[in-house]
């Protein structure tokens, strides 16, 4: 693994007074994004400097990007996009004690707000004000910098590399859809969409136990794929009959339960034939409107 040096202590190496910058590619409208200067964020007590050293490309900024917009989600400001981020300490905050300069960490891109109803009850991730990276009008990580609360940064070892790091987050969204649709060890599953999130979700279901796991989408590579990973079954959805193929491989019984990451509405009819009676079902778009992604 080829080790990186940081350029000395970030956060002096500018004269007393002078506003911190950093280079970012900022979304100024669909199909146009430039190269800025950017203010950096103040570095709190509990913040920690990260160098960014990778960013993957999530499906919600590839929308952003074409369209300027998610649903009610609208970009009516320039907005620095990338949520999926790992990168390098390069400074602490004075009350920072569980990460040190030279650190490398995933970044877990929600900022909740810890005082509302949901946070006590400790789910935050239903916090309804939560500051997500790239989620506009907050700026995420396409950035040479960015400053991150230190309990949201977790440590990766050396064998990883950050392009691989990037993908913690997607695959959280993989295991907390089998965790809330219940999946134990020998359960059937069948995972209907097989983006990113469907492809950890199959990471997710084998490290869980799953007995049985069936996938289906229409697209040939990603098949192969979901294959490689470990999934027993593939369905090409637009070649084959998918309530006759699991009719099959279930010996009529149906599956344990069904997790949609394809966002496609007819999956929520479908998925009445693909499961057992008692069957539940998960899908990646609702945790999605609840801050998973």
């Known amino acids: 693994m080829k080790r990186i040096t940081l350029r000395g202590d970030f956060m002096e190496t500018l004269p007393s007074g002078r506003p911190l910058t950093v280079k970012a590619a900022v979304l100024q409208k669909p199909m146009q994004v430039v190269m800025e200067e950017r203010a950096l964020a103040a570095l709190g007590d509990r913040d920690v400097l990260v160098k960014v050293m990778a960013v993957g490309v999530c499906g919600s900024d590839i929308h952003y990007y074409e369209h300027g917009r998610i649903g009610r989600k609208k970009v009516e400001h320039p907005l620095i996009q990338g949520h999926e981020c790992s990168g390098i300490?390069?400074?602490?905050?004075?009350?920072?004690?569980?990460?040190?300069?030279?650190?490398?960490?995933?970044?877990?891109?929600?900022?909740?707000?810890?005082?509302?109803?949901?946070?006590?009850?400790?789910?935050?991730?239903?916090c309804p004000s939560v500051k997500?990276?790239?989620?506009?009008?907050?700026?995420?990580?396409?950035?040479?910098?960015?400053?991150?609360?230190?309990?949201?940064?977790?440590?990766?070892?050396?064998?990883?590399?950050?392009?691989?790091?990037?993908?913690?987050?997607?695959?959280?969204?993989?295991?907390?859809?089998?965790?809330?649709?219940?999946?134990?060890a020998g359960s059937t599953v069948l995972i209907a969409g097989m983006g990113p999130v469907g492809l950890t979700a199959i990471i997710a279901a084998r490290a869980l136990g799953a007995g049985k796991i069936i996938v289906t989408d229409v697209e040939p590579f990603r098949l192969r794929l979901a294959g490689e990973l470990g999934a027993s079954v593939c369905i090409h959805a637009l070649e084959q009959n998918a309530a006759e193929a699991v009719a099959q491989t279930t010996d009529h019984k149906g599956v344990d339960m069904v997790i949609d990451t394809s966002g496609q509405a007819g999956v929520i009819d479908s998925s009445i034939e693909w499961m057992k009676r008692g069957g539940s079902w998960c899908s990646s778009d609702s945790l999605m409107r609840r801050g998973f992604l």
């Open 89 to 126: 300490v390069a400074k602490v905050g004075a009350g920072v004690t569980r990460l040190k300069v030279g650190d490398r960490v995933a970044v877990e891109p929600g900022i909740s707000c810890f005082q509302c109803e949901y946070c006590k009850a400790g789910k935050y991730n239903l």
């Open 132 to 184: 997500f990276l790239s989620s506009p009008p907050v700026d995420g990580a396409f950035a040479e910098y960015i400053v991150h609360p230190e309990h949201l940064l977790f440590p990766i070892p050396d064998h990883l590399s950050f392009e691989e790091a990037t993908l913690v987050e997607p695959l959280s969204v993989g295991i907390h859809a089998c965790r809330r649709a219940g999946l134990e």
